[in-house]
């Protein structure tokens, strides 16, 4: 169980730690479906609901991790386009897999939840 120690160099926590906040696995799949290339206002606008920094911190995070490349051109006005690294192209499968996983079970998983409400509920 050496994977799951609490330490900086756990594989498991050290990298899901990453996908645990609420905007990069989405952006990932964006990016993923949308052929691997945006813009920034491309992704902010399939994403309508992230706020601009909020999409910022997340695009620098994913590309701080070798995820997501940003290529800047000095134009006027200024463009920039992020796409998906091989890393994170490797990775997009995976969030796939979960995300079908999710949509199949997705029913059940809510019916769960409402059994349990009402099963804390009636203890209290």
């Not at 330490?7 to 993923?32: A, E, Q, Y």
């Not at 995070?61 to 490349?69: F, I, P, Q, R, S």
Request: charged share 30%; hydrophobic share 40%.
């Amino acid at each position: 169980m050496e994977i799951f120690s609490n330490s900086p160099t756990c594989p498991i926590r050290n990298v899901f730690d990453r996908f645990g906040d609420k905007w990069s696995v989405l952006v990932l799949m964006v990016l993923g479906t949308h052929g691997g290339l945006m813009r920034f206002g491309e992704l902010k606008e399939v994403i309508d609901d992230i706020t601009q920094k909020m999409l910022t911190v997340t695009l620098r995070t994913l590309e701080a991790d070798g995820l997501v490349a940003r290529k800047y051109y000095q134009e006027i006005p200024p463009r920039v386009e992020y796409q998906l690294t091989d890393l994170g192209k490797d990775l997009v499968p995976h969030i796939e897999n979960l995300a079908n996983w999710a949509s199949k079970h997705v029913d059940q998983i809510l019916r769960s939840r409402k059994r349990f409400e009402k099963k804390v509920a009636s203890k209290d």
